[in-house]
């Protein structure tokens, strides 16, 4: 079977781009061949900054062919009384490139239609590969995309060549004025060529060994760990290697080479997280640590290519690196000389969001609410400690670091506070107050930290949707719903337990008079309803069945962690075998309550009158609740919901029993009103746990 190759050559592409386009093009390939029955189990894409490289080591040499049944119009159209063709059976043949003579009628379930047999499939790869080719290189998506020159065609970059063999023909296909040949290009510098590749299997030696290209990402990816770990023990060290941006320099070389480089100790004296954000952020660099954690005055940094004076490049990038780490203990310096009072009078003149006051404001609401949440959570030995966290947690916005790394925020504002006199549990809220930064960032750590977090994410949601600056479809401008999953996760995590409405009724109190567009009766509301919706995304992303998480959230869902343990009960529940007639059993009683109890002429509280009860399976459902209740309370106020669900379980039979016997709408109506009571109270505990109506089987 035949080896394709095909390789795109642009200029530099961006490295966050690469992951992607090799993905999609992997799959754009393996779809279009699909679709012409050409289809290779074994369709492998790269990617490097310069070019982007599809390879199908065996491919069908022609599609299967394939006898198939077309058919077109109705008898009674296709021809006339006499029983000759119409015009109608002459264009179906000649559609299908067929004679008319060649159309027969066939039987179908809807009638009897002309049909015409064709024999499809039997092209060959090299006439189908070309226009799938041209499909792809169109089809390939980018966050933006570019045209240049006089070409019609949008890509990321532009394009310089198309390389396309079949073993050792060249697939010939043009877009513009780029037409495909068998020429490549290496490193820009190492091995530049360009270079005539003889067939599609020569290709992956002539681009490494001449072109001194590394095509896979992971390998290049192992080349800079690999490095990057040898040089920093040889420093006595180990490399602090982000996964973020071992990434993105993985993606900027075709040819990884790691350098060591060193800087003046007295810059030590800086906070860790400044050293490490400028040789990341900034020069790309990885740092270095000691066995206790603590920084060494080396970096590691990685180059495009092997220069022919390292010593030269080693020195350059010293000293740019060292320039960025002279402003960063500059501003270090300036900032310990500056008083908390000094920042927390210039947060007035910082606007947190148009119409919602200063950041002075803001904190002002944070040092109150972070008290609330800490006592509604049941937690009043952190009160103290959580409200001075809040009352300070903005303080670094005006700070000259984070004027320069804005990144370092709420950390700097957690290393200043302890700096400054504030406790170890201050400092370590405030530094984590803005976590989670995203559904795979890790919670607060600390109690305070995530009192702290939760206060000012309810504090944003409420002003944001108090001013009618809600999500609406795709737009967030305020990550508004990653502020409501934040919370979520934060509470879960932490397992707080306190009333979600009492919360964000605190938060929109903490705006006082402030006059807001959206009316106050209806904003809580609307900041539930959000939830709701979040809260459904978020266990639904997390694997469970969508009606199990509906019936737990329209229970309710104001109790956050109580909802987390409800879901996994009722997830558990579902997978029980005889799930499906119990979920029937439960939605009855539910059911008759939703539709009847509103015509039941007086309203329905749940109280059962035993001299009422007339037939033996009413008076068995009575004792059996009676029994059961007290015990069904009680776990489930102590969180046992697995319990619960059991307990219901037990009642299943003495309920079947009841509606397979007993008229509930009777023409007594002290009796009529009796029964309903009687199931009145077994769905009201029922809804505690899940609105069995949303579940489905």
Sequence with gaps: MPHFLFEIGFEEMPARFLAGLTEEARALFSEELAQVKLGSDAVAAFATPRRLVVSIPELAEASPREEEVVTGPPERVGFDASGNPTPAASGFAKGQGKDVADV????????????????????????????????????????????????????????????????????????????????????????????????????????????????????REGMVRSQAEKLAAEAGGTAVINPTLLMEVTGLTEHPVVVLGRFDPKFLDVPREVLITSMESHQKSFAVQDGKGGLLPVFLTTLGLMPADLELVRRGWQRVLTARLEDARFFWEADLGTDIETWQKKLESVVFLAGLGSMRDKAR????????????????????????????????????????????????????????????????????????????????????????????????????????????????????????????????????????MELLQAAIDGYGDLKFKVDRTHLLAKLLDFFGQRLRAYFTGRGFDTLVVEAAVGASFTDIAALAERVAALAAFAATPDFGQAVLTFKRAANIIRKQGVGAGVPLSGAIKPELLEEQAEKDLAAACEAVFPRYDALFHAGDYAAVLDVLYELRPTVDAFFDNVMVMCDAMDVRLNRLNLLKALVDRLGRVADFAALQV
């Design 104 to 219: 027969f009628v066939m039987e179908t379930e809807k009638g009897r239609y002309l049909a015409l047999r064709k024999t499809v499939g039997g092209e060959t790869a090299m006439n189908l590969l070309p226009g799938i080719c041209q499909d792809v290189v169109k089809k390939l998506s980018f966050p933006k995309r570019m045209r240049w020159g006089s070409r019609e065609f949008a890509f990321g970059r532009p394009v310089h060549w198309f390389l396309a063999l079949l073993d050792d023909a060249v697939v010939p296909f043009r877009l513009d004025d780029i037409a495909s040949g068998r020429e490549t290009r290496g490193h820009r510098i190492m091995g530049p060529g360009p270079f005539s590749i003889a067939t599609a299997k020569d290709y992956f030696a002539v681009i490494r060994d001449q072109g001194k290209v590394i095509l896979d990402a992971r390998e």
């Design 365 to 500: 609401r944070l040092e109150r609410l972070c008290g609330v949440v800490a006592e509604l959570s049941g937690k009043p030995e952190i009160m103290l400690e959580a409200s001075q966290a809040g009352g300070l947690s903005k303080v670094d916005l005006v700070s000259t670091m984070v004027g320069e790394f804005a990144e370092l925020q709420g950390i700097m504002g957690g290393i200043y506070v302890r700096r400054k006199g504030q406790s170890e549990t201050v400092s370590r809220a405030v530094g984590e107050q803005y976590l989670p930064a995203g559904p795979d960032s890790p919670v607060p750590a600390t109690l305070a930290g995530a009192i702290l977090s939760v206060a000012d994410k309810a504090d944003t949601l409420a002003g944001c949707f108090g001013n009618d600056m809600a999500p609406t479809g795709a737009a967030d401008p305020y990550a508004l719903r990653r502020a409501a999953l934040g919370i979520c996760r934060i509470v879960i995590e932490h397992g707080l337990r306190f009333d979600l």
